[in-house]
C-alpha cells in the first residue's frame, strides 16, 4: 500500500511513523508513506499557501493552485483508489472504514488548516471526506495520522501475531475482554483462575463473556 500525505505541516506529522509499529511497517516495506508539503507547489512570494476568505470573516483558508498541482502531480504518476480529506465534517471514522480503507493500493490523505480548504478542492478532487470525532483539532495532521495507524496495523504482516488485530476492540463490534500478564497476584489481586486453567475453550468462552458484559456496560449503542 502506497500512501500520500498532503500538508502545510509535515513536520507535525512525521514522529508518528518514527516509531514501533509503524515504523516496523515501513521498514519492512509493507507501506510506503510519503508527505508532500504544500507550499512546495506555490509560486507565490514568502511560500503563501492561504488567503482571507471571500465574503469576510475570521480564519485563512488554504488555496486551490497549490493542493491542485500537488494532486496533479501525484495523479500523473499513478491511480489513486481514494483522495481523503480529513475534515471535522467528515464522516466519523470507525473500524469499518479502516478494514475497507486497509484493502486499497493507493491513497491521498489531504489535512486541511486554518478555516479548511477552498471549496473547488473539495468539488474537484476529494473522494471521501473524513472526521476522526466530534471535536475541532487545529489542522488534520494529527487525524491523518491517526487513520493511518489504524490501516497500516491492518496490514498482512504488520502485525507480530497474525490474530492480533482480528481480536481488537470493535473488530466484531464489541470491546475487547480484559487482559492480564505476570505476576498472577499482585498486592492480594488475582487474575481470574480460568485465564490459568490451560482450558482454551473456556478461555474463550470467558472473553466472549466479558466482551459482551463490558460493551453492554461501558458502550451498550455498539449493541444496537
Ligand atoms: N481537522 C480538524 N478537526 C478534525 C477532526 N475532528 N477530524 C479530522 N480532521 C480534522
Known sequence: MRIDIITVLPELLKSPFDASILKRAIDKNLVEVYFHNIRDYTDKSYNQVDDYQFG??????LMIEPIDKCITKLTEQRDYDEIIYMTP??????QK??????????????????????????DKFITREISIGDYVLSGGELGAAVLCDTIIRL?????????SALTDS??????APPVYTRPSEYKGMKVPDVLLSGNFGKIEQWREEQAHARTEALRPDLLD
Do not use: W
Not at 465534517?89 to 470507525?94: E, I, M, P, Q
Not at 478494514?99 to 490523505?109: D, G, R
Not at 496490514?155 to 490474530?163: F, K, M, Q, R
Open 89 to 94: 465534517d467528515g464522516k466519523r471514522l470507525n
Open 170 to 175: 470493535f473488530q466484531d463490534g464489541l470491546l
Open 97 to 122: 472504514i479502516s478494514n475497507s480503507l486497509s484493502l486499497l493500493k493507493n491513497i491521498i490523505i489531504l489535512c486541511g488548516h486554518y478555516k479548511g480548504v477552498d471549496q473547488r478542492v473539495r
Open 56 to 61: 469576510g470573516g475570521a480564519g485563512m483558508v
Open 155 to 163: 496490514l498482512p504482516g504488520v502485525l507480530n501475531d497474525e490474530t
